[in-house]
């Protein structure tokens, strides 16, 4: 089978310490597949790798058909035309408004018009459940839930194959975050994405996630649907889970 993510034996280190030893997973096309591990584990640094943000010591990552460890620089800006990537913190930029925050990677990666850019955003808008008018807003004047919704717009705007979220709804109170699940499942179906997430929410785990895979100790210790992991037993998963096994 092809994936359209497909990692083998990552070396991770930071000088003598070692992040990831060996990792190993492939995500399937069309599937959301989540990332979970305990706090300090290299989620977020396996995350930064998969959009060559970070380069591991060995390994392969293959995305897309190409190998990032041995992609040009030319091959890795036309990759990052085929995903979206939607930072913890949403990462807007505070002096940019809501439109252009989205417009801005249509600016930097294509020759449209402004008249069309202008109607991609309003798009993009559209899709996350927000009205053109918010376009005119600055970050600082919007909610934490609509910020996720705008960096989702500026994530889509490309109207990328694959999308990369880091910790998606964190920060996000239960109705927010329930509501962005839900949002994410709609706009997978809608625009046939594969989505790659990190995530402590087992909430949202529970709600979107098609199969999971748990770093511990510098490993991927199971990896599989989410029956899958709680059947397997380490400290870390029999804590993390036990809420969800409580309610099977």
């Not at 310490?17 to 977020?44: Q, R």
């Not at 396996?46 to 990552?61: C, D, F, T, Y």
């Not at 930072?87 to 809501?98: C, V």
């Not at 417009?103 to 927000?130: H, N, Q, W």
Request: proline fraction near 3%; aromatic fraction near 8%; charge should be neutral.
């Amino acid at each position: 089978m092809d994936y359209i993510v497909d990692i083998k034996d990552i070396v991770t280190k930071f000088g003598t310490t070692v992040v990831h030893d060996k990792i190993s997973l492939h995500v399937k096309s069309g599937e959301i597949y989540a990332i979970v591990g305990p706090s300090g584990c290299g989620k977020s640094t396996l995350l930064r790798e998969l959009v060559a943000l970070h380069k591991p010591v060995s390994g392969s990552i293959n995305i897309l058909g190409y190998n990032l460890l041995n992609a040009s620089y030319k091959q890795i800006q036309e990759l990052r035309k085929q995903w979206g990537f939607l930072f913890q913190n949403g990462a807007l930029f505070s002096s940019l408004s809501i439109y252009d925050n989205i417009a801005l990677p249509l600016m930097e990666y294509t020759d449209l018009s402004s008249k069309f850019i202008s109607k991609m955003v309003a798009y993009k808008l559209d899709l996350v459940g927000l009205k053109d008018s918010d376009g005119s807003l600055f970050p600082s004047e919007i909610s934490g839930g609509m910020v996720k919704k705008v960096a989702l717009a500026r994530a889509l705007a490309l109207e990328p194959r694959l999308l990369f979220l880091d910790e998606p709804t964190s920060g996000l109170d239960p109705i927010s975050a329930r509501e962005f699940d839900r949002l994410l499942l709609r706009l997978r179906e809608f625009l046939s994405l594969s989505v790659v997430m990190v995530s402590h929410d087992l909430h949202s785990i529970r709600l979107t996630a098609d199969r999971l895979a748990v770093i511990d100790d510098k490993h991927i210790v199971v990896q599989g649907s989410l029956d899958d992991i709680v059947n397997t037993h380490t400290p870390f998963i029999n804590a993390f889970f036990d809420a969800y096994k409580d309610k099977r």
